[in-house]
């Protein structure tokens, strides 16, 4: 399907990994696209919270103190 698509709709692809990514998004919007919202609910619901405190302690973490030392 994907070859189709990209002969059908472009001729000629410099950038192959964007030619995929934007066809994998409108395939997933396609497949998927009555269970789009309900997956959203369901994410939203039944995902702990993330509280701001706990965001910026990762995120000091993470730009303060690199894993990789030079």
């Not at 696209?33 to 993470?62: G, W, Y």
Request: with cysteine; hydrophobic share 45%; proline share 3%.
């Amino acid at each position: 399907m994907f070859k189709a698509w990209l002969r059908g709709t472009h001729h000629h692809c410099t950038h192959l990994q964007k030619y995929i990514d934007e066809f994998c998004y409108r395939f997933n919007r396609l497949k998927y696209q009555d269970t789009l919202f309900h997956k959203l609910i369901e994410r939203m619901v039944f995902t702990q919270p993330s509280f701001l405190s706990k965001i910026s302690m990762l995120l000091n973490a993470l730009f303060f103190f690199p894993l990789h030392k030079f």
